[in-house]
């Protein structure tokens, strides 16, 4: 069964104190690992999506990397607006359709 | 480009009670998927619908169902409403065609009372 788990729960930062938030996962092939951002009471905003085993993507001050067991968003000098929930996914061939696997996330505080 | 949006924003109904929810993809996505998330967890697959026609559904029961339009929008309906089915009710569209991301709208928050 596919499955994500990501860690930690909560994580609290000073700002401009990096830090990695970990998603390890366990799926049937993967077709793509998925990084989201959500803000309290709004919808998942896309932020990454890695493809296989290596891959590394960059946005501002985040960094998605990929092996064949986990994915790391590294955060580097984080500011108080990056505080958000993270959510990891993973799509796997399994089913033929596209059915998205999700973490519980990560709730991530930056203070200044 | 407008993303996804959905409506309504918000939503409050009772026990029993029939619910639709709505969602319009972003122009040129043929594939829209339903999540519910519930306070704390990450969003739970309901159904994916591609060219009209349904692709996969999740683990929930029959009183949750969907259909696809010819503009691509969806609507998401719910009967006999329970207490457990308060959650975010999100939309997302794919563009199909190798590209996997899939892109979520703003959701529906539904309060079952």
């Known amino acids: 069964e596919d499955q994500v788990t990501q860690s930690p729960e909560a994580l609290r930062l000073q700002e401009g104190e990096s830090s990695s938030l970990n998603c390890s996962y366990t799926v049937s092939g993967l077709r793509g690992l998925f990084w989201y951002r959500q803000d309290p009471g709004k919808g998942p905003e896309f932020l990454f999506t890695?493809?296989?085993a290596g891959e590394e993507k960059e946005k501002e001050r985040l960094k998605a990397t990929l092996t064949k067991k986990e994915s790391f968003l590294h955060i580097t000098a984080p500011k108080p607006e990056d505080s958000a929930t993270y959510l990891c996914a993973v799509q796997g061939v399994s089913g033929g359709y596209n059915k998205l696997i999700f973490g519980a996330g990560t709730r991530l505080a930056v203070h200044p | 480009d407008a993303g996804v949006t959905q409506s309504p924003t918000h939503l409050i109904k009772t026990r029993g009670q029939h619910v639709t929810l709505r969602c319009s993809p972003i122009?040129?996505?043929?594939?829209v998927s339903w999540y519910q998330q519930v306070l704390g967890q990450g969003p739970q697959f309901i159904f994916q619908y591609y060219e009209k026609e349904e692709r996969g559904r999740g683990n929930f029961p029959d009183r949750f169902s969907a259909r696809q339009f010819p503009n691509y929008s969806s609507e998401l309906n719910v009967n006999a409403l329970l207490l457990g089915d308060s959650a975010l009710y999100l939309c997302a569209s794919r563009y199909a065609g190798g590209q996997e991301t899939q892109y979520f709208g703003p959701g529906t928050r539904l309060l079952v009372l």
């Open positions: 890695l493809y296989s």
């Open positions: 122009s040129g996505h043929k594939s």
